[in-house]
Nanobody, 123 residues
């Protein structure tokens, strides 16, 4: 059974930092690029970033470039999203997703999805 379980969300003040994690099971993690997406109330889902199979290539959405960093630990089947200099507009549900082989910024490319974790940034 495929599972992606996010953790680490919460409430943080503007300017602060937070790290969310996503642990995978039920598929061969190292064969999948991993992505993070977010969705705020009343808004469309937005690409946050993605990381390649071995972690050597990353891509980020324009809204988070220079503030967020994605990493992965293939030994632990886990991908991380380090969020720094958080802004109230970063408030959203953050979800991880798995895409076979290639990195992508398109949600429709992804095969597996987690349920998401809420991140709230107060001003």
């Amino acid at each position: 059974q495929v599972q992606l379980v996010e953790s680490g969300g919460g409430l943080v003040q503007a300017g602060g930092s937070l790290r969310v994690s996503c642990t995978a099971s039920g598929f061969t993690f190292i064969m999948y690029a991993m992505g993070w997406f977010r969705q705020a109330p009343g808004k469309e889902r937005e690409f946050v970033g993605a990381i390649s199979l071995g972690g050597g290539t990353t891509d980020y959405g324009d809204a988070v470039k220079g503030r967020f960093t994605i990493s992965r630990d293939n030994a632990k089947n886990t991908v991380y999203l380090q969020m720094n200099s958080l802004k109230p507009e970063d408030t959203a549900i953050y979800s991880c997703a798995a895409h076979k082989i290639t990195i992508s910024d398109r949600a429709n490319d992804y095969d597996y999805w987690g349920q998401g974790t809420q991140v709230t940034v107060s001003s």
